[in-house]
C-alpha cells in the first residue's frame, strides 16, 4: 500500500469513530457538532470550530473514488455531513467570523479552514448535496468569504495562503466576483512575502512544517483558479524543503518554530507536474508509505483528525483524475534527483548533507538537534541516530531544568567546507500555561465588541517575542541563557560523521558539575549513549568538558564511539 492509499484508509478506518464524536440527538441545541469535549462532557463553554471540518470528510467519504462497503452507508455520512452543516451555520458569528481557540475570538483561522473544508465538500460533491443544505452552506460561506475580504493574517503566513485558496472556493461555488479578487490580492501578498531561501515566515521564524501546509493551500488555489503566477515561488518553496525530508518520508520536529513535522501530499502531488524534487517525493509516495509516522502530525488526535481528514481524501481524489488523464504518470517519469551533498539555509538555521544513502539533517536554529539516517545498498531498512542536545538540571543554578532546545534563528552559525559550528546556550525550559486571571482577561475582553482584535494583537506579540505558537504544541518558550554555552561542530567525512561537543561556564567562576548533565542522544537500536560516559574524567566538576562522537555507517546500520575530556 503506498502512502497516498494509506493516508486515505486511515481516515475510511476512523469514519465511525468521527461519526461518534458528533452530538446526533436532533432536538438538541448542539445537534451536529463534533467537540465532544463541548456538547458531551460539558467542559468547554464553547464549541471549537475546527472540530466540524469533520463533516466535509464524511460527506468526501460517499464520492464515488472513495466509497466502499466497509464504510458507513452513504445515508449515514450524509446525515452526519448535513448536521455538520446545520451547526457550522449556527456557530457563525453575526459577522461571518469562527471561534477555534477561545470564546469570541472571531479567528482568521477559524474561519478561513472551516469554509475550505465545507467548500471543498460542495466544490467534488455538488449534485449530490441536498438543496437546503446548499441552501445553508452557500449562505454561511458566503458570509464567512465576506468577513475575510476585510481581514488578513500575516502573522502565519500559512493562513494567509489560505485565506486566498477559501476565498477561490467561495467565487467557484458562491459566484462573487469581489471573492476571485481578494483571493488574487491575498495570494499576491504571500509571494511578495517569502524570503531569499525560499521559505515563508511563521510568527518569528520558519517551520518546515507549515512550508507544508502553505504548499498545500497554494497549489489548492492554483488548482481551483489555474492561476500560474505563484508557481515559481513553490518551486523555490520545494527545493528548500527537499533537502529536509528524511528517508522516510517524514521531517524533524525541531527545525521549526512550532515543531510541526507536517509533509504535504496535497500540494507535493499538485507541484509534482512543475518540480523536478516535487515529482521524485511523490514518486516515492507511490510507492511506499510512511505509515503511522506520516499521519502521526496530523490525524492521529480527535481535533486534528477532525481538522485535515478531507486532506487525504481531496488528495486521493487529484491524484486518482491525473491518473485517469496519464498526467501523474507523466509527473513521476523523471529520474530520481542526485541530491548528494550539502544544503545550508543560514537565515532558516538548518543544514542538509547526503553521501551514499547518508542523510545528516542538522538544526542549529532548533537547539542543535541533529538527526542521521541510513539506508545500505539494496536494503529497504532505514537505521536512525539522533543526537538533541543536552539538558542541565543543577538546582544550585536555578529550579528550572535548564537545555539547548527551543527555536531560535538567529544563534551563530559557522561553516566550512566540511564542517558545520553552532552556538547555543542553556536556557530554562519553561512552556506557557494561561493562569486563570489570564483566561478570566481574555474571557471578558473578548465579549466588548473591537476589544478582541486588540487582545490577538497582544497574543501575537507575545508569540513573537517568546519565539512559539503558544498552542498546538508544547514548544518551549525562547528564554536568556543561564551561563552555560555549547559549541556543536558537526565534521563530515564521506560516510563518516563526527560530533564535537564543547560545553563551558561562561563565567569563569563557576563549574559544571557533570551529575547534573544529560545528553538526549537515541538510536533506531534504542539509548545511544554509553553509560559512564564521564568516569574517566575522575572528578564530577570541571570548567569546561568536550565530548567527541563518531558515528560510522555499514550494511548493519550505525556504529558509534564515544569519548570525554575535561578541562
Known amino acids: 500500500m503506498n502512502d497516498f492509499e494509506y493516508q486515505a484508509n486511515y481516515i475510511k478506518q476512523n469514519a465511525n469513530r468521527i461519526i461518534w464524536m458528533q452530538d446526533r440527538h436532533p432536538l438538541s441545541p448542539s445537534y451536529g457538532c463534533f467537540h465532544y469535549s463541548h456538547w458531551r462532557d460539558k467542559v468547554s463553554e464553547f464549541a471549537d470550530i475546527r472540530f466540524q471540518e469533520a463533516g466535509a470528510a464524511l460527506a468526501l467519504l460517499a464520492h464515488p473514488l472513495l466509497h466502499e462497503p466497509s464504510l458507513p452507508m452513504k445515508e449515514a455520512l450524509y446525515k452526519a455531513f448535513s448536521a455538520g452543516v446545520v451547526f457550522w451555520n449556527r456557530q457563525q458569528h453575526s459577522d461571518g467570523s469562527f471561534d477555534e481557540w477561545y470564546k469570541n475570538e472571531h479567528g482568521f483561522a477559524a474561519t478561513t479552514f472551516s469554509l475550505i473544508a465545507y467548500g471543498l465538500a460542495i466544490y467534488f460533491l455538488a449534485d449530490k448535496i441536498e438543496q437546503e443544505d446548499k441552501k445553508i452552506l452557500l449562505q454561511t460561506a458566503e458570509k464567512a468569504a465576506n468577513w475575510l475580504l476585510k481581514h488578513d493574517d500575516f502573522v502565519k ?10 476565498l477561490a472556493i467561495a467565487y467557484k461555488i458562491c459566484g462573487k466576483e469581489a471573492f476571485l479578487n481578494e483571493a488574487v490580492r491575498k495570494h499576491q501578498t504571500v509571494l511578495k512575502a517569502q524570503t531569499d531561501e525560499g521559505w515563508f515566515n511563521e510568527i518569528a521564524g520558519m517551520d518546515l512544517g507549515y512550508c507544508s501546509v502553505l504548499l498545500d493551500y497554494m497549489m489548492l488555489y492554483h488548482y481551483i483558479t489555474k492561476d500560474n503566477s505563484g508557481l515559481e515561488a513553490m518551486k523555490k518553496l520545494y527545493a528548500f524543503i527537499f533537502p529536509f525530508i528524511q528517508p522516510d518520508i517524514t521531517i524533524s ?14 500540494g507535493t502531488l499538485l507541484l509534482s507536474e512543475h518540480s523536478p524534487e516535487a515529482a521524485s517525493v511523490a514518486k516515492a509516495m507511490d510507492s511506499q508509505s510512511a505509515g503511522f509516522s506520516g499521519i502521526e502530525p496530523y490525524l492521529a488526535d480527535d481535533l486534528r483528525l477532525c481538522r485535515w481528514g478531507y486532506l487525504p481524501l481531496i ?8 491518473k485517469a488523464e496519464f498526467r501523474f504518470a507523466k509527473a513521476c517519469n523523471v529520474q530520481v534527483i542526485n541530491s548528494e551533498g550539502a544544503a545550508f539555509y543560514e537565515q532558516a538555521g538548518v543544514f542538509s548533507y547526503k553521501s551514499k ?3 545528516c ?5 532548533g537547539g542543535g538537534g541533529i538527526r542521521i539516517f541510513y539506508q545500505g545498498n539494496n536494503s529497504v531498512d532505514i537505521y536512525s541516530y539522533e543526537d538533541l542536545g543536552y539538558f542541565y538540571d543543577d538546582p544550585s543554578w536555578t529550579k528550572y531544568k535548564m537545555f539547548t532546545g527551543g527555536y531560535k534563528n538567529t544563534r551563530k552559525i559557522e ?13 530554562p525550559a519553561k512552556f506557557f500555561f494561561p493562569p486563570f486571571i489570564a483566561r478570566l482577561i481574555l474571557r471578558i475582553g473578548c465579549s466588548i465588541p473591537y476589544l478582541s482584535y486588540w487582545l490577538r494583537w497582544l497574543i501575537d506579540v507575545y508569540r513573537k ?43 569563569n567562576s563557576f563549574r559544571l558539575n557533570l551529575r547534573h548533565l544529560h545528553p538526549l542522544i537515541f538510536s533506531s537500536k534504542g539509548i545511544a549513549e554509553p553509560p559512564g560516559l564521564f568516569d574517566s574524567l575522575g572528578t564530577d566538576k570541571v570548567e569546561s568538558v568536550i565530548i567527541t562522537k563518531e558515528i560510522r555507517t555499514s550494511d548493519k546500520g550505525f556504529s558509534f564511539s564515544f569519548s570525554a575530556k575535561g578541562k
Open 357 to 359: 544513502g547518508l542523510h
Open 465 to 507: 517575542k517568546k519565539g512559539t505558537a503558544i498552542n498546538q504544541s508544547v514548544a518551549p518558550l525562547s528564554e536568556k541563557s543561564l551561563g552555560i554555552i555549547l559549541k556543536r561542530r558537526l565534521i563530515m567525512e564521506g560516510s563518516t560523521l563526527k560530533i564535537t561537543d564543547e560545553i563551558a561556564c561562561e563565567n
Open 157 to 166: 503566513m500559512n493562513h494567509q495562503a489560505a485565506g486566498a485558496a477559501a
Open 315 to 322: 488528495t486521493y481524489i487529484i491524484r486518482e483524475q491525473m
Open 361 to 365: 539533517i542538522f538544526m542549529p536554529a
Open 253 to 266: 520536529p525541531e527545525a521549526g518554530i512550532c515543531l510541526n513535522p507536517y509533509v504535504s501530499r496535497l
Open 415 to 427: 561553516k566550512d567546507s566540511n564542517t558545520v559550528t553552532a552556538y547555543i546556550r542553556f536556557a
